[in-house]
């Protein structure tokens, strides 16, 4: 299963961005958001900065994924691999 995430921009590097997830800062390949500046959210997912996120859908994915987090058992049926 690949879990994505939303991530905020904190520094940009050559074809790389350094992202708050959660509070750990974490460097990312960044070759899909191009126009990706500081304090942007992104959707982070296999260590790439995948797509820009609107601060609402940034809201929404971390509230889904603080969710997934306390309750597992949330998780659809069907929606993984068995």
């Known amino acids: 299963m690949c879990l994505t ?3 905020r921009v ?3 590097l050559p074809d790389r961005l350094v992202v708050d997830l959660d ?3 974490v460097v990312v ?3 899909l958001v191009p126009d990706a ?3 942007d959210d992104v959707m982070v997912g296999v260590g790439s900065a995948l797509a ?3 601060r609402p859908e940034a809201r929404r994915l971390r509230e889904l994924h603080q969710s997934l987090n306390q309750d597992p058992s949330a998780v659809a049926a069907g929606s ?3």
Request: proline share 10%; aromatic share 0%.
């Open 10 to 12: 904190v520094e940009l």
């Open 80 to 82: 993984h691999p068995s």
């Open 52 to 54: 820009p996120l609107t």
């Open 37 to 39: 500046r500081i304090g």
């Open 29 to 31: 390949t960044n070759l």
């Open 23 to 25: 509070g750990r800062q």
């Open 5 to 7: 995430q939303a991530a």
